[in-house]
């Protein structure tokens, strides 16, 4: 084993002191992909009332909800004009009240989604800021005046192509965007953005809701004096500035101090790294319960995330148990493989055609497994894939658009070379509707879906899923019950074994005596030698292939042993 994967022997928390997210998986729910109950194509809160059984039936404790606020949808939602309110393309507040009750009824909590280091250009706060050089919201952005020649004021790049300073006709100045010109970034350095910000959390609170996801949440705290040449500091300039710690304790003061309930935090975070995790997780700080780290993500990119490498497990292994020993001891990690913005996992790391179930359930009992809090993104449960769409306009993503245009127009790059990329990482992957059964447009709508549904359908949903003797939905339900029962699934010390083997991801968690193996081969071929017993003893609790006493695991076979 490397120094780097030393297990420092830290012994987590009594499960009695454990707090409550630490046997609990969230479900993430896409709206506009979900389920559309108006026949208008687009999914709405009525569909995600209409499935809420069927969440309750997988055993989830969390729903997250992406945003369903007022927007002009640029970025499908994550660009928000109106944060106390919610789309009519969703719904109205009435039938969110009614979803909430519903959820809560069940014995779900749910969580909405924290757009806050930006809004749209369309919000009222932007509008007035952008009005005048001396308009009072003036400094809740970030304005700059043009650099020599009128050039944007330093070189960032937004993260869907393209510079990320916009000029604004109206006072011949520069804003900033990290994400679409559509997507100011708020300046959270003005105290009066940060208050405003605080009551509309809490106003979401005393409506019933049960914590936030917090959208890139590290970026609101920018080095933007450090902008140039050498003087940049370290990543991007525009990440984890000096004040990010006390702007998240602040939040945690201002919002939810003194307030009765069992709620959840998790901030996105893109390059954080797991010691800055540990002090933003670290309870005794009071910032947050988890972050969404992105390392294990982005180590299949090559230049950009649209030039993907080949998987290299031993490199994904020793990531993912880097995070877990770094967080042993103090803090806590967010498990995920899929959400809304990464390809589909079932695609991405393993095999969707000949051994579709086989890796799928494999990734679901790897990630599981772990010492976290999973998150099961909305048709990962049925192991949804990948889809390659004819041409780039049947793709809606800002991102992959945006960068395709650039590619081709800009950088002479064939359109079918660049389509490969999006083929790989696009994000409608994880976007095209949800499929519940073999009727037209996969029971998603009645109308004509905002994006096509993935060909595959009439054979992969829902009904299909659970009707077959291998599903992957019982898969996940298992593992759900088993996070909920099992105080070792939600506790234990990890250990990751055989660090270095190109096929078998195999770790075990430990506590109280009780040892649990996970031994998976993750790969096309049958394992390259016989297991050694040490690793199956005990009682297989779970498998995804029929119950044998071989050694040698097949393709993609993944077991769980308990011993004690
Ligand atoms: C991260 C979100 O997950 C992504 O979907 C969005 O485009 C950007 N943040 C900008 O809000």
Same mark, same amino acid.
């Given at each position: 084993?490397?120094?780097?994967?030393?297990?420092?022997?830290?012994?987590?928390? *009594?499960?009695?002191?454990?707090?409550?997210?630490?046997?609990?998986?969230?479900?993430?729910?896409?709206?506009?992909?979900?389920?559309?109950?108006? =026949?208008?194509?687009?999914?709405?809160?009525?569909?995600?009332?209409?499935?809420?059984?069927?969440?309750?039936?997988?055993?989830?404790?969390?729903?997250?909800?992406?945003?369903?606020?007022?927007? @002009?949808?640029?970025?499908?939602?994550?660009?928000?004009?109106?944060?106390?309110?919610?789309?009519?393309?969703?719904?109205?507040?009435?039938?969110?009240?009614?979803?909430?009750?519903?959820?809560?009824?069940?014995?779900?909590?749910?969580?909405?989604?924290?757009?806050?280091?930006?809004?749209?250009?369309?919000?009222?706060?932007?509008?007035?800021?952008?009005?005048?050089?001396?308009? @009072?919201?003036?400094?809740?952005?970030?304005?700059?005046?043009?650099?020599?020649? =009128?050039?944007?004021?330093?070189? #960032?790049?937004?993260?869907?192509?393209?510079?990320?300073?916009?000029?604004?006709?109206?006072?011949?100045? +520069?804003?900033?965007?990290?994400?679409?010109? &559509?997507?100011?970034?708020?300046? #959270?350095?003005?105290?009066?953005?940060?208050?405003?910000?605080?009551?509309?959390?809490?106003?979401?609170?005393?409506?019933?809701?049960?914590?936030?996801?917090?959208?890139?949440?590290?970026?609101?705290?920018?080095?933007?004096?450090?902008?140039?040449?050498?003087?940049?500091?370290?990543?991007?300039?525009?990440?984890?500035?000096?004040?990010?710690?006390?702007?998240?304790?602040?939040?945690?003061?201002? !919002?939810?101090?003194?307030?009765?309930?069992?709620?959840?935090?998790?901030?996105?975070?893109?390059?954080?790294?797991?010691?800055?995790?540990?002090?933003?997780?670290?309870?005794?700080?009071?910032?947050?319960?988890? !972050?969404?780290?992105?390392?294990?993500?982005?180590?299949?990119?090559?230049?950009?995330?649209?030039?993907?490498?080949?998987?290299?497990? *031993?490199?994904?292994?020793?990531?993912?148990?880097?995070? &877990?020993?770094?967080?042993?001891?103090?803090?806590?990690?967010?498990?995920?493989?899929?959400?809304?913005?990464?390809?589909?996992?079932?695609?991405?790391?393993?095999?969707?055609?000949?051994?579709?179930?086989?890796?799928?359930?494999?990734?679901?009992?790897?990630?599981?497994?772990?010492?976290?809090?999973?998150?099961?993104?909305?048709?990962?449960?049925?192991?949804?894939?990948?889809?390659?769409?004819?041409?780039?306009?049947? +793709?809606?993503?800002?991102?992959?658009?945006?960068?395709?245009?650039?590619?081709?127009?800009?950088?002479?790059?064939?359109?079918?070379?660049?389509?490969?990329? !999006?083929?790989?990482?696009?994000?409608?992957?994880?976007?095209? *509707?949800?499929?519940?059964?073999?009727?037209?447009?996969?029971?998603?709508?009645?109308?004509?879906?905002?994006?096509?549904?993935?060909?595959?359908?009439?054979?992969?949903?829902?009904?299909?899923?659970?009707?077959?003797?291998?599903?992957?939905?019982?898969?996940?339900?298992?593992?759900?019950?088993?996070?909920?029962?099992?105080?070792?699934?939600?506790?234990?010390?990890?250990?990751?074994?055989?660090?270095?083997?190109?096929?078998?991801?195999?770790?075990?968690?430990?506590?109280?005596?009780?040892?649990?193996?996970?031994?998976?081969?993750?790969?096309?071929?049958?394992?390259?030698?016989?297991?050694?017993?040490?690793?199956?003893?005990?009682?297989?609790?779970?498998?995804?292939?029929?119950?044998?006493?071989?050694? !040698?695991?097949?393709? #993609?076979?993944?077991?769980?042993?308990?011993?004690?």
């Amino acid at each position: 084993m490397t120094d780097e994967l030393q297990n420092t022997s830290v012994t987590s928390n *009594p499960a009695s002191d454990a707090a409550w997210w630490t046997s609990a998986v969230v479900y993430q729910i896409y709206p506009r992909s979900f389920a559309d109950s108006n =026949g208008d194509g687009i999914g709405d809160i009525g569909g995600i009332r209409s499935h809420l059984d069927y969440l309750a039936e997988l055993g989830v404790d969390v729903i997250w909800l992406s945003p369903i606020y007022p927007s @002009p949808q640029h970025d499908n939602g994550y660009d928000i004009r109106d944060y106390e309110n919610i789309d009519p393309v969703f719904g109205d507040l009435d039938q969110f009240d009614a979803l909430l009750a519903e959820v809560h009824d069940r014995g779900m909590k749910l969580v909405m989604d924290l757009v806050v280091n930006h809004t749209s250009d369309e919000h009222p706060w932007f509008i007035e800021s952008a009005s005048s050089t001396d308009n @009072p919201k003036r400094d809740w952005y970030w304005w700059r005046t043009p650099g020599a020649n =009128g050039t944007p004021p330093n070189a #960032w790049v937004s993260a869907f192509s393209g510079p990320a300073w916009t000029m604004d006709a109206t006072t011949g100045e +520069y804003y900033l965007h990290l994400f679409a010109a &559509q997507q100011p970034d708020l300046n #959270w350095e003005n105290p009066e953005v940060r208050q405003a910000v605080y009551a509309m959390m809490r106003s979401w609170l005393d409506r019933g809701v049960d914590g936030f996801r917090m959208d890139v949440i590290n970026l609101i705290a920018k080095r933007i004096e450090l902008i140039d040449g050498d003087e940049r500091g370290e990543g991007l300039g525009f990440t984890m500035g000096p004040q990010i710690h006390d702007f998240m304790a602040e939040m945690h003061r201002e !919002v939810f101090a003194g307030r009765e309930g069992n709620f959840l935090t998790v901030g996105e975070m893109p390059g954080v790294s797991v010691e800055e995790a540990a002090l933003f997780t670290d309870p005794a700080r009071k910032e947050l319960d988890m !972050v969404f780290q992105f390392e294990h993500v982005s180590l299949d990119s090559g230049e950009s995330k649209f030039d993907p490498l080949e998987r290299d497990l *031993p490199a994904l292994k020793k990531n993912l148990a880097k995070w &877990q020993y770094g967080l042993a001891a103090t803090g806590w990690n967010s498990l995920y493989l899929d959400n809304h913005d990464q390809p589909r996992l079932v695609s991405r790391f393993g095999n969707d055609a000949e051994f579709r179930y086989e890796s799928a359930t494999l990734w679901a009992l790897v990630l599981h497994l772990q010492r976290g809090t999973p998150y099961v993104y909305q048709g990962e449960e049925i192991g949804m894939t990948n889809v390659r769409f004819g041409s780039i306009e049947d +793709y809606r993503d800002i991102e992959s658009i945006n960068h395709y245009r650039e590619a081709v127009d800009e950088f002479d790059r064939s359109p079918a070379s660049v389509l490969e990329g !999006v083929y790989a990482r696009g994000r409608d992957n994880a976007r095209t *509707p949800m499929q519940w059964d073999d009727t037209e447009h996969a029971g998603f709508t009645a109308g004509t879906p905002w994006i096509a549904v993935n060909p595959n359908y009439p054979v992969l949903n829902v009904l299909a899923d659970r009707k077959s003797h291998r599903s992957v939905f019982d898969f996940y339900q298992r593992l759900i019950e088993l996070r909920h029962s099992d105080p070792v699934v939600a506790l234990g010390d990890f250990e990751l074994l055989e660090p270095d083997h190109p096929q078998l991801f195999a770790f075990t968690r430990q506590r109280d005596g009780v040892t649990l193996t996970v031994v998976a081969n993750a790969s096309d071929e049958p394992l390259s030698e016989a297991l050694p017993p040490q690793l199956t003893a005990g009682d297989l609790v779970l498998s995804n292939y029929p119950v044998s006493d071989e050694l !040698v695991l097949r393709p #993609w076979e993944a077991r769980l042993y308990r011993t004690r």
